[in-house]
């Protein structure tokens, strides 16, 4: 079995994942929207409002890191924090008009970005490396 960096699995998903993040940074940069401000918009979006742990978990950052993005994304009026009805200590965190305004403009740039990249991947080859990739997440939980 090769085991050289570049037939790494780990490597490889790396390389490819922050060429891929680069890609769509570079693509968001006119709109002022990093990818991990544009992944919290999008999952505020999917599940609606949510806490700031619950964010956190979603989308795999720690407590300080989530909280320097949505302090930004709420300068930039694109979020709002309002108290939790069940927990005091807490906020919920929703989509502003304005964010979800441009959450709009940004889908259509992320799927450009996700067309491009998979260019000449067929429908099954991605589906069949997403099947894959979600099984290796399963067997290291």
Known sequence: ???????????????????????????????????????????????GGMTQRELADRVFKDQPTITRILDKLERKQLIRRSDSETDRRSFRIHLTGQGIHLLEQLMAISQQAREDACQGVTDRELAALKATLNKIWSNLA
Not at 16 to 26: A, P
Not at 33 to 45: D, G, K, R
């Open 1 to 47: 079995m090769d085991q050289t960096l570049d037939n790494s699995l780990g490597f490889i998903i790396a390389r490819t994942s922050m060429r891929y993040k680069n890609e769509l940074g570079k693509r968001l940069k006119p709109y002022d929207v990093t990818p991990e401000q544009w992944v919290a918009l999008q999952s505020l979006f999917e599940q």
